[in-house]
């Protein structure tokens, strides 16, 4: 879709937050425990050989970024198995936390990496075009003076490369590095929180699937123009919401075992910075970066009502709203079956009041009388004889004539009579006979 001057919306706080604030993790880490920092060095390799080979190179090749949509959901797949096998040595570590973690991770990921590659495999990401969010940032970096070009492609796909391998493994390994034997009463509360963002964003695509799916079906001019179902009356990203949530839980249920790290208190308090820095750079990545923002700048110029369905839902945390939505049903038509059925009702009154309006004078149809009276006015000498008027004979008529006409009215009257009972009266069939029996 080809914009001319968009009118980009302007970066919020937490832009200048998260992205000037990342510098500090890289020396939270080396503060660490020799044990943190080793895990932090093995799983840099093995996230950049995974960004390499599944987005760097396609994106390279291709020319487009959803490949990092790809990749980024397996790496925390990578995560989990990496931490998994990284505690596996010591028999102290093999406790219920560092399972249900590990856990955690494993089917947060799992999850976005099969629809990713479901989409990828389907041919509903095609190669030739990329997602409206890299869409939006190409735009956003070539309004404010930048070029779009493979290098910066790289330095996007790398960047979030660094999310997984510098920030967001925190989490599970603390948690996993943590010998107490039991689950805290804050780290139930956080996995909950995990297993409720989970199920949300779960339940937020299968709203979206349904409703596409469904839409597909309708014609065309019957389709609703964007998603108002489920969830989503209440927000206009729930699944972000859910994603969002998700990892709140997680920073939640590793709060204790950072408390209880053998380590410094200026690495604890560094820890617990990343995992704030974990909230707060996922919002800005969900709302403003990848997700809400870059979705909504298409979405308002090609779904009508859109921009209403803005005003009325709010963006990321779902609330309540007080009137029922109008865009989706007053931009989308009537069905063709009402319309059918109103205009089959107008219509029938008209096609029955066709023969009840007509004048007796009117030749029905089907009736034998309309059948005769052409015969009757097809007579040569009843027109010509000038003595027939007034007179109840033809006097100059051949007798043949006379009586074949006599013959015919009563004959006539006879076969009229129950055809013409039910449409028009007695008296009124009379005077056709009348006229045409004695011009």
């Known amino acids: 879709m080809t914009v001319t001057d968009p009118p980009i919306p302007p970066h919020t706080w937490l832009h200048y937050v998260v992205n000037y604030s990342g510098i500090f993790v890289v020396p939270i880490l080396l503060m660490c425990p020799k044990a943190v920092l080793n895990f932090a060095v093995l799983h840099l390799c093995l996230q950049a050989g995974w960004f390499t080979l599944t987005a760097g190179v396609p994106a390279a090749v291709t020319g487009v970024m959803f490949w990092v949509d790809f990749a980024w959901p397996w790496g925390l797949c990578i995560i989990s198995a990496a931490v ?32 990713a590659a479901f989409m990828i495999a389907s041919g509903t990401w095609k190669v030739g ?64 929180i995990w297993a409720s963002g989970w199920i949300i964003e779960n339940i937020a695509d299968t709203h979206k699937l349904a409703f596409m799916e469904a839409n597909r079906r309708k014609p065309k001019d019957e389709r609703a123009p964007y998603c108002n179902v489920g969830l989503w009356k209440y927000s206009r990203h729930p699944n972000y ?20 790290l053998e380590a410094g208190i200026v690495c604890k308090l560094g820890l ?79 096609t029955k009041a066709k023969p009840r309006a007509k004048t007796p004078n009117s030749k029905a149809k089907g009736t034998p009388k309309a059948k005769g009276t052409p015969k009757a006015k097809g007579t040569p ?28 009215t009563p004959n006539t009257r006879k076969k009229s009579k129950p055809a013409k009972s039910n449409l028009t009266p007695r008296r009124s069939s009379r005077k056709p006979v009348r006229n045409i029996n004695y011009m």
């Open 84 to 115: 998994y096998w990284y505690t596996s040595f010591d028999p102290e570590l093999d406790t219920t936390r560092r399972k249900a973690i590990c856990l955690a991770y494993l089917l947060h990921g799992a999850r976005m990496g099969a629809g």
């Open 129 to 192: 075009r990329d997602l409206p969010r890299y869409q939006f940032q190409k735009i956003r970096v070539e309004k404010f003076g930048g070029t779009w070009n493979m290098t910066f492609m790289q330095k996007e796909i790398y960047q979030q490369m660094f999310a997984n391998a510098g920030v967001l493994f925190v989490p599970c390994l603390i948690c996993s590095l943590d010998k107490t034997p039991d689950l805290s009463p804050l780290e139930i509360a956080g996995y909950s």
């Open 241 to 260: 919401f859910g994603e969002w949530v998700a990892w709140c839980g997680l920073t939640v249920a590793a709060a204790d075992s950072v408390a209880r």
């Open 272 to 350: 617990s910075f990343i995992l704030a820095y974990i909230c707060l750079s996922l919002y800005y990545c969900l709302s403003e970066w990848t997700g809400a923002v870059p979705a909504e700048y298409f979405s308002v110029q090609k779904r009508k009502g859109y921009d209403e369905y803005m005003e009325r839902v709010n963006m990321i945390v779902p609330w309540f709203v007080a009137n029922e939505p109008s865009a989706v049903t007053s931009a989308a038509p009537k069905s063709p079956s009402k319309r059918g059925r109103s205009r089959g009702a107008s219509r029938t009154p008209k």
């Open 381 to 408: 000498k009843a027109k010509g004889t000038p003595k027939a008027k007034g007179t109840p004979k033809a006097k100059g008529m051949p007798k043949g004539k006379e009586t074949s006409t006599r013959s015919r």
